[in-house]
């Protein structure tokens, strides 16, 4: 089931805190890189950012999120981290869709991944977005940017 999150409620905030970093470390380790922002994130910043938050829950249990901000016509999707103990059971491809679904009035959509995060980077072209570029955030280390044209 996915529903909104309310990051002000502090279990909320903890819980989209460990379940971002158990995924984020296994992105570090993929590509090599260590200081993804997700990973050096504190509660009072989390619960300070401006994204819109969802979370895929199995039972009880946060399984999934995926955070985004829409400005203009543009839903810019920020975070999509999935719990290792639930990874490849489609959780981040469900996620992706519903915000697509709920935001339908946008034009385009842009992600960006890890260039060698090769099961987001495979997420992100099944679903029909498109790369655009690679973006060195530090010396060998690479983002992929994708964008997906809906109008």
Known sequence: MI??????DMKT???V????RASYKIEAQLIGFYEIPALKETIDSLQQCDEIFYGYHINDVLAGIISFKVIDD???I???AIYP????MGIANKLI???EEINSNINKIIVCTG????PAVNLYLKNGYKKKKDIEVKDGIYITEFEKILR
């Open 78 to 80: 920020h975070r999509v």
């Open 13 to 15: 905030a903890n819980r």
């Open 17 to 20: 805190m460990d379940l971002q």
């Open 85 to 88: 103990d639930f990874f490849r």
């Open 115 to 118: 260039k060698d995060n090769l």
């Open 97 to 99: 869709n519903f915000v």
């Open 74 to 76: 543009v839903l810019d």
């Open 3 to 8: 529903k909104r999150l309310n990051l002000k």
